[in-house]
């Protein structure tokens, strides 16, 4: 009897192997990325590759094929066209082109194969009518989360200067460098009782989104110049993590510094007492929700630019930016920055309020003094996605 | 005779076989399978025309650069600058493509001179550092290497940045007229570059083996000093062999920019001109080699793409089988030398430039 059972179940696994499996086989979905950096550079490369990795948690049967570091110094073997050429080679059905270094060449390599969709993460082609039809745009709305990590830099300074180290100088790395501004100032001022004309706020732009040798200006060397010319906060807009690794270094030599890494949600782990938070992208839901939309057929290109979910910035299945709270915080300041998390989401929620972000409402001016937004006036997200300059207050090259 | 040409295959083979062995051994180190790897290479180079389309469009600038640095070489000049000379020639290319409105075929025609030119300029710095300087062409080629990054930068993110609001990542596209036209859709490579590529080979042959200049610079490299004394013009050879260079690096540094990526990127140069001397390293001074190696190099490199998609291996892998090929080579050439008396490994750059060095430090 029990010889009977067994053979009862090897009978009935073999079965499922043989018409299930194949048919899961059948129903994978493979989904292609296309990485600027390494996977694990602990900032804006390892983001979308965690996207991925939760994607195949989410969607049963979905697989991801990626490729990193395309960019001419890493791969200059290779161009964006042959590597699409390579996923679609292999099954993928949506290609995600992670980074606006790819802008161009999507609408190129996506003219060359009409059946495959493309999102092209952080441009606006849609937005300008350039793309061809199987184009859309994905990007998540940062200037909330560099505002909380503006904030948290403006509540910890003692020395009232906040470095940023920014990376190359366009319309989004300006509008996410005048957020932080924003954020710093504010907390300075209504939290910390200080004079907000008394805080300097520095932007260095290094040239690239990362260190290459000889090309552009050194990070490590650059926060170093920031601390050692009196800042105590130093605010990382690029895609890796000098900024944190040189505030832990000097912390442990007893200089009392904090940083504030990016793109990554582990980011803190690098040196955590000095961290006081990180300002993430969390692609994962919106990754999941355009696969979903390509596999039900039912995807259309579009111009995304997803925002938080102000019940929980930090929900990993509904919100599309987040900040995690860095150990480096004291618990009042912590307490304070939920406090104007609260307020942001109760601005951002208001049925009355127009859509547009916290903070960048006028008077603002630009760094030449062309106003921006009288008294009053609130800036209008366009505006702000195509900064053509930073703002008046911040030190730094505005182009 | 017999053996000691045994001896001589022997020592070009051996270092291949070692190299590919112990990359064997690393891929099976972390848990791959060197034939799957193997496989993936070719297919990713040769799949179908248009993989191999990509194993040209890299070879095509390699090309290039390995044959100008032999004219250095042979002058016995480390002109590590061929980097910053290949970025120039994109820059100056991408000045025509975005600026100069001509008919389609003389536009092109412009560009690729353009591209000689801006070349030809920034390696005639790096000789007059150093024949007027003395600055030596390694530091003045690295000093140049960074500027010409830094301008190229510079103007794509400034004064050259799409009118719509750049990204600094890049010029906006060329206009059609202004790029390589390719062969066809299926194989997108550049005839005219191929064509260019024959015409330098041929050239660089010739200007070598049977003309005047090619015996002063191959006099001004073994031994400068004696050749001066012997009436050979040391410093006008050494110049006109870097501008020589620089030119041919112009063209592929605008080769870059008018078909690959059709407009001006940063580190559009992407390390080729360094891969070039190694190439070099690896052949010596003969040039139809250069061509050859350099094609295999392209095969590995290009075709390396599939390994990371397919097999999610680091694609490094390819270029640690090419650097265990250089310096097994190197090894083996050295080896070579202390075996046997062979007259003719005094051919190679590396022994060149240990006159090179020794008369340097003769002057010092």
């Known amino acids: 009897m029990q010889r009977k059972g067994l053979l009862f179940v090897i009978v009935a696994l073999a079965f499922v192997a043989l018409t299930v499996v194949p048919a899961l086989a059948q129903d994978e979905f493979v989904f292609g990325l296309v ?43 290779t161009t964006l066209l042959d590597v699409a050429t390579e996923l679609i080679d292999q099954g993928a059905q949506v290609i995600f082109t992670t980074s606006d270094a790819f802008e161009e060449d999507t609408d190129a390599v996506a003219e060359a194969f009409p059946d495959t969709p493309f999102i ?28 909380i990590a503006g904030c948290a830099a403006g509540l910890a300074t003692e020395t009232g200067s906040i470095g940023y180290l920014g990376p190359l100088i366009n319309g989004e790395t300006r509008r996410f460098a005048a957020s932080a501004y924003l954020g710093a100032r504010y907390c300075y001022e209504h939290y910390k009782g200080g004079n907000p004309d008394d805080l300097t706020f520095t932007v260095t732009w290094i040239g690239f989104w990362f260190n290459i040798p000889g090309v552009t200006l050194d990070p490590t060397e650059e926060t170093n110049t920031f601390f050692d010319s009196g800042a105590d906060v130093v605010m990382s807009g690029i895609d890796t993590t000098e900024a944190i690794t040189i505030a832990g270094q000097r912390a442990a030599q007893g200089e009392t ?143 | 005779m017999k053996n000691r040409t045994l001896l001589t295959v022997g020592f070009a083979l051996l270092p291949i076989i070692a190299s590919v062995a112990i990359t064997a051994l690393l891929i099976v180190a972390v848990g791959s399978n060197p034939g799957d790897v193997f496989v993936a290479v070719t297919e990713g180079a040769f799949r179908d025309s248009r993989a191999f389309a990509g194993v040209i469009n890299f070879w095509i600038p390699l090309a290039l650069c390995s044959l100008g640095l032999i004219v250095t070489f042979t002058a016995g000049l480390w002109n590590i600058g061929v980097e910053g000379q290949m970025m120039i020639g994109a820059v100056f290319a991408a000045y025509g493509a975005l600026f100069i409105d001509l008919p389609g075929p003389v536009l092109i025609l412009v560009e690729i001179l353009l591209a000689m030119l801006g070349g030809g300029l920034w390696a005639a710095l ?67 570059a191929l064509l260019l590529v024959t015409a330098t080979l041929v050239i660089v042959s010739f200007a070598l083996s049977g003309t005047r200049w090619g015996l002063q610079l191959k006099a001004t490299g073994k031994n400068s000093r004696s050749a001066l004394l012997l009436g050979v013009p ?56 250069a061509v050859i190696v350099g094609f295999a190099f392209a095969v590995i490199l290009a075709g390396s793409t599939r390994l990371k998609v397919a097999l999610q291996l680091d694609q490094s892998l390819a270029g640690v089988l090419q650097g265990f090929i250089v310096l097994l080579v190197l090894l083996s050439n050295g080896l070579r030398q202390r075996f046997t008396s062979d007259s003719t490994s005094s051919e190679t750059p590396n022994t060149t430039t240990t006159v090179e060095i020794q008369r340097t430090q003769e002057h010092g």
């Open chain 1, 35 to 77: 990485l600027v950096g390494p996977e694990n550079d602990r900032g804006w490369s390892q983001a979308h590759y965690e996207a991925g990795l939760y994607v195949q948690e989410q969607i049963p049967g979905s697989r991801m094929i990626f490729f990193p570091s395309l960019n001419p110094a890493d791969a200059p073997e």
């Open chain 1, 120 to 147: 092209n993460i952080s441009g606006d082609n849609y937005l300008t009518g350039e793309a061809p039809a199987n184009v859309g745009n994905l990007m998540g709305q940062g200037e909330w989360s560099k505002i």
């Open chain 1, 257 to 399: 510094v904090w940083a504030l890494p990016y793109d990554f949600i582990g980011a803190c782990d690098i040196a955590p007492d000095v961290c006081l938070g990180v300002p993430y992208f969390n692609w994962g839901p919106s990754y999941v929700s355009a696969i979903q939309a390509v596999k039900d057929g039912t995807w259309t290109p579009s111009w995304d630019w997803v925002g938080p979910d102000w019940t929980d910035i930090n929900n990993p299945d509904t919100s599309a930016v987040g900040f995690v709270k860095g150990p480096g915080l004291t618990e009042e300041q912590s307490a304070q920055l939920d406090s104007f998390i609260a307020d942001l989401a109760s601005f951002a929620t208001n049925p009355f309020v127009p859509n547009s972000f916290a903070l960048w409402s006028g008077p603002l001016n630009l760094q030449d003094g062309t106003e921006l937004a009288a008294a009053g006036q609130l800036v209008d997200p366009l505006d702000v996605w195509y900064l053509p300059q930073i703002l008046e207050g911040m030190v730094g090259a505005s182009e």
């Open chain 2, 126 to 192: 790096v000789g007059f550092l150093k024949t007027r300087l003395a600055v030596h062409e390694i530091f003045g080629g690295v000093a140049l290497n960074a500027l010409a990054n830094v301008w190229a930068i510079y103007l794509i993110s400034g004064p050259w940045a799409p009118p719509s609001g750049g990204t600094a990542q890049a010029t906006a596209p060329f206009k059609d007229t202004a790029v390589l036209p390719a062969i066809s859709p299926e194989f997108p490579v550049s005839l005219i």
């Open chain 2, 234 to 289: 040391t410093t006008r050879s050494a110049m006109s062999a870097l501008i020589v260079c620089g030119m041919v690096a112009g063209i592929a540094g605008s080769y870059r920019v008018l078909f690959t990526y059709e407009s001006l990127r940063p580190l559009v140069s992407g390390g080729i001109g360094f891969l070039a001397l190694l190439v070099v390293l690896l052949v010596g001074l003969r040039p139809l080699f």
